[in-house]
């Protein structure tokens, strides 16, 4: 029996009608051969730049260059290379939020993180007030985020998004936000289809006046390697507020919304002063990128045909996203709250009888039954929810979606009070 795997954390790779067919062969040529530099080859990361200008930033004064952005090898490395540059200071994250940050978080013992449970009730949304509430209340110094957000396919958007941006230069606070799955989303009608959504698009010029802005500060070499820390200054300028003043940084790549999950090229876009240090740090850490697939990644950045991309994805996982929502209806699993972007569905499993009310007892029947429903576990206070993601094809998303159907019927519901 062929397994359904709903745990994948990429989306299909194959042909999608509307979607440009991506490269089976590329140009090695012999200058590839060498090393690329640590943050990346220029003409990626101008073009990586262009996409941004392009999408987000059209008509505004302060435009991103080449090098605002620096090139990784895959999304962690990106948060890596963001830790390594982060001081002593409180570190905020949101539960539930994609575990990567808890686990780099933890390695990382020169800040605090600090988590913040998010209710269902509230649709496990992040709002300015709770955001504002977060930093004074604890002292946030850098607040890491996922929007859209993995597991619980929610987005922040439009008004809340820009007052996000003006929250982190009143208070501060430098945001880190990961916008990975920024091309799938569903929050609009379909005929808006190619929509997406950044929060550089809300990275501002502000008139002239004294601020705290933030640089980075290279600390004094020791025994080991060198560290970095970001620190705030008081700063008296003629020069507007731009985007390299600006304390928000994201990290986005090929991987989700070019579905190139195995090319590990992405970056990370944010002040020139922040990108110098990741440089510095990522020539201690992982080195750099692949040189001949920086190459290969310059066809598909054409903002255009970005635009086309979004709006086939957003077609064809939308209609994914409402068969899986129908037939775990079908099955008696209620989503609460169902998704407006991301692939994945954030299911609450407290109504099934014990003991597969718990994620990872469900994780093991659905293994005999061979849909594989997930690859990671959230714990307390998430051990009644699974992620299910409908990234994979839709053949395979149905044969997994019949494999928990028996499952469920084996073990059954609780009995309602």
Known sequence: MQAGNFGQGAPEVGHIDGCMDKPTHIDVPVSSYEYAPVAGIKPLRTAIANLYNTLYRQEKESQ????????????????????????NVNVGYFLPEYTAYEQMLSVFKKFVPIPTTLEEENRYHIDPVTISKEISG??????????????????????????????????????????????????????KNGRCVSITEFVEDYPNDRQKIPHV????????????????SHFHS?????????????IDGLTKNFRLPGWRICWV???????????????????????????AALPLLD????????????????????????RLKEIGLIVRVEPDATFYIWLDL???????????????????????????????????????????????????????ERVVKKFGFKAKA
Request: overall charge negative.
């Open 217 to 232: 500060e290279i600390m004094p070499h020791t025994a080991q390697l060198a560290s970095f820390s970001f620190a705030f």
């Open 269 to 295: 876009l944010g002040p020139k002063s922040v990108v110098s240090s990741m440089q510095s740090a990522g020539s201690f850490l992982e080195g750099g990128a692949n040189h001949p697939l920086q190459l």
């Open 138 to 191: 604890r002292g946030l110094g850098v607040i890491v985020a996922s929007n859209p957000r993995n597991p619980t396919g929610q987005v922040i958007e439009g008004d809340e998004l820009k007052e996000l941006t003006k929250i982190a230069k009143e208070r501060h606070t430098t945001l880190v936000m990961d916008e990975f799955y920024s091309a799938y989303i569903y929050s609009h009608a379909e005929e």
């Open 64 to 87: 991103y260059t080449w090098e605002n952005v620096c090139v990784v090898p895959g999304g962690r490395a990106g948060l890596t290379r963001v830790a390594a540059a982060i001081g």
């Open 303 to 326: 903002p255009e045909q970005y635009r086309k991309e979004a709006a086939a994805l957003q077609k064809h996982f939308r209609a994914k996203r409402d068969y899986v929502l129908k």
């Open 238 to 250: 003629t020069i507007p507020i731009d985007v390299n003043k600006d304390p928000i940084i994201v």
């Open 350 to 404: 407290k109504d099934l009888q014990e003991p597969i009310d718990v994620g990872l007892t469900f994780f093991e029947e659905c293994l005999k039954e061979k849909p594989s429903h997930r690859r990671e576990l959230f714990e307390s206070p998430c051990h009644h929810f699974v992620r299910l993601s409908f990234g994979p094809p839709l053949d395979e998303l149905k044969r997994g979606l019949e494999g928990i």
